[in-house]
Nanobody
């Protein structure tokens, strides 16, 4: 399976963006799809994850209440709706797949297929 992330852009603080992570085929529905972000000079940071076949999800504390992760069966796509954006959300956002258990979802080393990343820039 291959993943392609898209939907990034430049937005003012307080605004919204919706990122998409499109899979090359439906086989990825057996995975958990995670979203990570990496700002310049910082380590890759967990943002959110969704287990496709159950719909269960997880969020980092820094985005809880502002971001919503969802999936669309018909389009083989996972979305990350980002609201109330702040400058600290500026980063390259990546989606990736894992078969790990829920407790491992925040660990980027548990993921083995990564999309190419999409830039999100939030201006103050």
């Amino acid at each position: 399976v291959q993943l392609q992330a898209s939907g990034g852009g430049l937005v003012q603080a307080g605004g919204s963006l919706r990122l998409s992570c499109a899979a090359s085929d439906s086989s990825f529905r057996r995975y958990t799809i995670g979203w990570f972000r990496q700002a310049p000079g910082k380590e890759r940071e967990f943002v959110s994850a969704i287990k496709w076949n159950e719909g269960s999800s997880m969020y980092a504390d820094s985005v809880k209440g502002r971001y919503i992760v969802s999936r669309d069966n018909a389009k083989n796509t996972v979305y990350l709706q980002m609201n109330s954006l702040i400058p600290e959300d500026t980063a390259i956002y990546y989606c990736a797949t894992t078969l790990g258990v829920r407790s491992s979802w925040p660990d980027p080393q548990m993921y083995y297929v990564w999309g190419q990343g999409t830039q999100v820039t939030v201006s103050s």
